[in-house]
């Protein structure tokens, strides 16, 4: 997403092809686009730089928004738009099948088992392979699951963010359901590259989050000093702390941080070596239960709306 999306700056494609690139050298083997994303030039950016290794990556995108003038304007699932989203996404990555698609936000006007039954479809004409849910609460869940099986959930999940371990983990353990948790590092909060002086800029998509306010961002740096404690004692950094926490949930959690730089790339992909003990994420996790949040993460319109 970021490499040209929401932010508010992007890198060229030539840099986002290389990067991408770099990280299948790297070891990575999973990639997340969406054809809000743009809208429409991420998918492009990802099937050019991705061709040379299809048969060793899985690439997943999104549908779900209505666009207009090439502008997002509106949620929307309906069967023969889903289609049409699915035939503009397997041009724009330049494949024959899309191995993860998500519905990127429920729609309420829209019945989740209209939606699953349309997957199946393209499940069964050989155009998707797995089906994806993101945001999704537990009720909607279970209903889609009944139509097709539900192989993954994408939604927010970090240090900061743990509304999913309520209720949302234990549905996805039951059914056997992958967790691909999206902001992993907080919007970049957690690397401990901001803090309450940090300029962000007006057409960065964390302008719209509370969560980001100076005041919030000068509260909310006791997180950041969680994970630096245990950053200094085990030669990593925050970020790897923070995706490590992630991954040592559940060997089913896939995080996804995103970066435009190669060695912010290196650092986050370290963090798959970093192994904490049992004990380390018992004391990190009661310790960070003792941290209040400050503010929230998105404003009420921007929850309903957003494709982030």
């Given at each position: 997403?970021?490499?040209?999306?929401?932010?508010?700056?992007?890198?060229?494609?030539?840099?986002?092809?290389?990067?991408?690139?770099?990280?299948?050298?790297?070891?990575?083997?999973?990639?997340?686009t969406a054809e809000v994303y743009g809208p429409y030039t991420n998918e492009e950016i990802v099937g050019e730089a991705l061709a040379p290794f299809r048969d060793d990556i899985v690439i997943a995108t999104k549908f779900g928004f209505e666009f207009r003038d090439g502008k997002q304007v509106g949620i929307n699932s309906r069967p023969e738009h889903i289609v049409k989203a699915v035939e503009g996404s397997l041009k724009r990555l330049n494949v024959d099948t899309i191995d993860l698609l998500y519905q990127h936000r429920v729609d309420p006007n829209v019945p989740i088992e209209?939606?699953?039954?349309?997957?199946?479809?393209?499940?069964?004409?050989?155009?998707?392979?797995y089906f994806g849910l993101s945001e999704a609460g537990a009720g909607t869940i279970r209903r889609a699951h009944a139509v097709q099986p539900v192989s993954a959930l994408q939604s927010e999940y970090s240090l900061w963010y743990r509304k999913p371990?309520?209720?949302?983990?234990?549905?996805?353990?039951?059914?056997?359901?992958?967790?691909?948790?999206?902001?992993p590092l907080g919007k970049g909060f957690l690397t401990g590259k901001m803090d309450e002086n940090t300029a962000i800029g007006e057409a960065d998509f964390r302008q719209n989050?509370?969560?980001?306010?100076?005041?919030a961002r000068?509260?909310?740096?006791?997180?950041?000093?969680?994970?630096?404690?245990?950053?200094?004692?085990?030669?990593?950094?925050?970020?790897?702390?923070?995706?490590?926490?992630?991954?040592?949930?559940?060997?089913?959690?896939?995080?996804?941080?995103?970066?435009?730089?190669?060695?912010?790339?290196?650092?986050?992909?370290?963090?798959?070596?970093?192994?904490?003990?049992?004990?380390d994420l018992r004391e990190i996790t009661e310790a960070a239960n003792q941290l209040h949040v400050s503010g929230s993460r998105y404003t009420e319109v921007l929850e309903r709306s957003t494709g982030l």
């Open positions: 997403m970021g490499l040209n999306f929401s932010y508010g700056h992007s890198i060229s494609k030539e840099e986002s092809i290389s990067l991408l690139r770099a990280a299948v050298e790297n070891g990575i083997t999973f990639f997340d209209d939606v699953a039954g349309t997957v199946k479809d393209l499940i069964q004409q050989g155009k998707v392979k371990e309520d209720e949302i983990i234990p549905l996805l353990e039951e059914l056997g359901i992958g967790l691909v948790p999206y902001s989050s509370p969560r980001f306010d100076a005041q000068k509260s909310n740096m006791v997180f950041v000093e969680l994970l630096q404690k245990y950053a200094t004692s085990r030669d990593a950094t925050p970020a790897q702390i923070a995706l490590a926490w992630l991954l040592g949930q559940k060997p089913w959690i896939a995080p996804i941080p995103g970066t435009t730089k190669l060695h912010r790339m290196e650092e986050n992909n370290g963090a798959a070596q970093l192994n904490l003990t049992t004990e």
